[in-house]
């Protein structure tokens, strides 16, 4: 580096050790004029737009005033939370510069900024006074304010996020009581800058009403405890429309930490209640007819438990279950059905206490939950019934729907519970088993529920996991019970199943035939009983003994209709060769009270395969006697209820007689079953009844004890003296 006035020895060593300082510095004298500078200093002045290859003997003033005017940039602009005082401006540089010269002033420290192609720096600029050969200068040094810059960058990309996420942002003086807006906020409470300034005042009056309180004890408990301001309210823009705000801020305290202003933020967030109004709504109501759902009703359950728990009182769950609703569905269509739905929740919804909770289940299945009934229970009960007796003298009152009327009826189940209860879902159970103990018994009732019902469920769920494990084990065994006829020995037998269970033993059919119906096990047992049947069958075929015997299968609804069965029975009778009328297929009357068209048709086709069919307990059930002449039956079976008393119901013995008539007339054979005693026998036969099964000929037994009967009974028929007629007075009849 070259000197103009300091070519001493001692100035040397100082610029060799002043060229090395990582700052920008320049040494000027009093005048203005630099005197030396730095490598830094050089590096610095590639920020400035003028190229000079020899910093010495310029004058550093009159190149900032040639700065300033070839550059607007140098003017201050405030940047956001920037008051105009952090920032002097070039010419303020050069007044102060020229201010220090002329006073001589030890030191001076200015901070200014700077744009380089787009590009704003911050720089500040330090001036202290030396002495170098008894001559005051002047070390003029250039630091870029790094952390200035960061925060100022920080600060316009919050900016930036903040007008692009629409969050307006406001500074409170607490002391002036000043209030900022920015732009956003001045659109978030829908107020023109122009017009109206921001002001605490406008900010209260603005708050709904309702919340105002809420929001201003948010505000100053944040004043108070210095802890941030959170706060969620509503306001009322000028136009009339509510928005749904969420304000936040954090307060600012001195150095003796008193708060003395509040800055912060505030959200338009109306759109995201809507939305969480609606997801709740969505959670906790029932779409259609706008009752609560399910889960509102056990929040509320649950409420009311704690409750109960405190005051020791009773509530009460009303189950509705509103009979022969599938009727009005398809007699008429589902919308139709639909506003059938809402009208009921209306019209119940108006009858009954604002206090109490209607929930819809679902379909037409609803619940009434009674809070808090009474403290004492027979009281709960007494009013327990008298809603639940009031629901039903409402619900049967016509709606009038489109101009058709539809009146409806409802079966009610009721549980009780106090403080001991605490499983919701087993309360609502409770409830929906007392009314379907209403269905069993005739509909548009009430009942209350009886812990016995739920041991009766209890037993029953145990029942079905026995009967799938039974499958499993091979627990099911077929019985076979003879059937005799007079003339020529037993003929052949039913099958009839038997459970002999682990630990309970030999159960008989009623007890698990029903069960598994309901759970649909019956299919896979129903088609062990055929295989096994047909297997026997194919035995008996290879023996004299037994050839001519027939085997009766007992077949339910479920089994015959079943896609599979006809295909099944087929593949069965081919498998085994079973020849032509020795398989018979027992049917009862409920039968074709299910799809007496598809019956025929299944029945027709197994009959073209030779299979046989009995109507057994004929004359019990309900189904019409035209069916008879189109079904392919075989055999018509007397009920046992007829046989019980024949021998002392003159009206057994007609109904019996007009059976075998119907059957000879029809071409059947005709069974009686339930026969014990000789003289029901001898009755049977004066009215032309000579095929016969009960425990006067044989008890159902293993396949062994039944074949071992059959010989001796067949070998000792000849042996045997003719039956006498028993006198029977309706023997004409």
């Known amino acids: 580096m070259n000197s ?44 400035d737009q003028f190229n000079i290859d020899n910093w010495i003997g310029e004058n550093y003033l009159a190149l900032h005033f040639k700065t300033s005017q070839a550059q607007d940039s140098m003017h201050t602009t405030a940047a956001p939370n920037i008051s105009s005082h952090d920032v002097v401006a070039p010419d303020h540089v050069i007044q102060s510069l ?28 330090s001036a202290n006074k030396i002495q170098i050969n008894n001559r005051n200068y002047f070390l003029v040094r250039h630091d870029e304010l790094e952390a200035k810059q960061e925060l100022l960058n920080s600060q316009q990309r919050l900016a930036i996020a903040a007008d692009a996420a629409k969050i307006g942002i406001w500074d409170f003086d607490l002391k002036t009581q000043s209030l900022v807006w920015d732009s956003w906020m001045y659109r978030i409470y829908g107020i023109c800058p122009k017009e109206t300034q921001a002001a605490y005042t406008i900010w209260e009056k603005a708050v709904h009403p309702e919340d105002i309180q809420q929001a201003l004890s948010d505000f100053h408990r944040s004043i108070n405890t210095g802890k941030n301001f959170d706060s969620e309210f509503r306001i009322v823009r000028g136009d009339g429309e509510i928005r749904s705000i969420q304000a936040s801020a954090k307060v600012i305290t001195d150095s003796n930490n008193v708060p003395i202003r509040m800055v912060g933020s505030n959200i338009d967030i109306t759109q995201k209640k809507l939305s969480e109004s609606k997801i709740y709504e969505l959670a906790h109501f029932d779409q259609l007819t706008k009752l609560p759902n399910r889960q509102l009703l056990k929040d509320r359950i649950s409420q009311s438990l704690v409750l109960n728990r405190r005051l020791k009182s009773y509530s009460a769950l009303l189950f509705i279950d509103l009979d022969h609703f599938k009727e009005v569905n398809d007699i008429n269509n589902h919308s139709v059905g639909d506003q059938v739905l809402i009208s009921f929740a209306n019209r119940i919804t108006q ?33 327990t019934k008298s809603v639940a007796r009031k629901l039903l003298h409402n619900i049967q009152k016509p709606l009038n729907i489109d101009s058709k009327s539809f009146k409806l009826s409802a079966s009610i189940g009721i549980t009780l519970f106090g403080e001991s209860a605490t499983n919701i879902e087993d309360l609502i159970k409770q409830a929906e088993l007392a009314m379907y103990k209403v269905k069993a018994s005739g509909r548009n009732n009430i009942s209350f529920y009886d812990p016995e019902m739920q041991a009766k469920i209890v037993q029953r769920k145990q029942t079905e996991k026995d ?28 099958t009839l199943l038997r459970w002999f269970h682990p630990k309970r033993g030999l159960v008989y059919p009623n007890d698990f035939i029903p069960q598994l119906e309901e759970t ?26 037994f050839k001519q015997l027939t085997l009766s299968i007992n077949v339910s609804a479920m089994q015959l209709l079943h896609e599979d069965f006809t295909d099944y029975v087929k593949q069965l009778l081919s498998t085994y060769q079973i020849s032509a009328g020795k398989l018979k297929l027992e049917i009862t009357e409920s039968i074709l009270i299910e799809n007496i068209d598809a019956t025929i048709a299944i029945m027709n086709d197994l009959a073209n395969c030779g299979v046989l069919f009995s109507l057994d307990d004929f004359g019990t059930g309900f189904s019409s006697l035209c069916y008879l002449k189109s079904l392919p039956l075989t055999q018509l079976k007397i009920d046992k209820s007829f046989i019980k008393d024949l021998l002392n119901d003159d009206n057994d013995i007609a109904i019996s007689k007009t059976i075998v008539n119907l059957a000879t007339c029809l071409d059947l054979d005709v069974i009686a079953e339930g026969v014990e005693q000789k003289a029901q026998q001898e009755v049977l036969n004066q009215i032309g009844c000579y095929h016969y099964q009960g425990y006067y000929f044989h008890r159902p037994a293993e396949e062994y004890e039944f074949e071992k009967f059959t010989l001796a009974y067949n070998s000792d028929l000849h042996a045997r003296p003719p039956l006498q007629c028993a006198k029977v007075s309706k023997l004409q009849a």
């Open 467 to 494: 009967l799938e494990q039974a499958i499993l084990n091979e627990e099911f065994q077929i019985f076979f019970q003879a059937q005799v006829s007079s003339e020529q020995g037993v003929i052949g037998a039913e």
């Open 520 to 545: 649909g096990l019956l299919i896979p047992v129903g088609n062990k009983v055929l295989l096994d049947g047909c297997k026997k069958l194919q035995q008996w075929s290879k023996q004299q003994e």
């Open 351 to 383: 009858s009954l206490d604002a206090e109490f909770t209607i929930c819809r289940l679902g379909g037409d299945k609803f619940i009434v939950f009674i809070p808090h009934a009474s403290a004492q229970k027979f009281q709960a009960i007494t009013q």
């Open 98 to 125: 020229q201010q220090a010269l002329k006073q001589q002033l030890n030191d001076i420290q200015i901070e200014y900024s700077y744009d380089n192609h787009g590009s704003r720096h911050y720089f500040q600029l």
């Open 4 to 47: 103009v006035c300091l070519q001493t020895e001692a100035a040397e060593q100082y610029a060799n050790a002043f060229s090395l300082l990582p700052s920008p510095i320049a040494i000027i004298d009093d005048s203005g004029v630099i005197q030396l500078v730095n490598s830094s200093w050089e590096q610095f002045a590639c920020f």
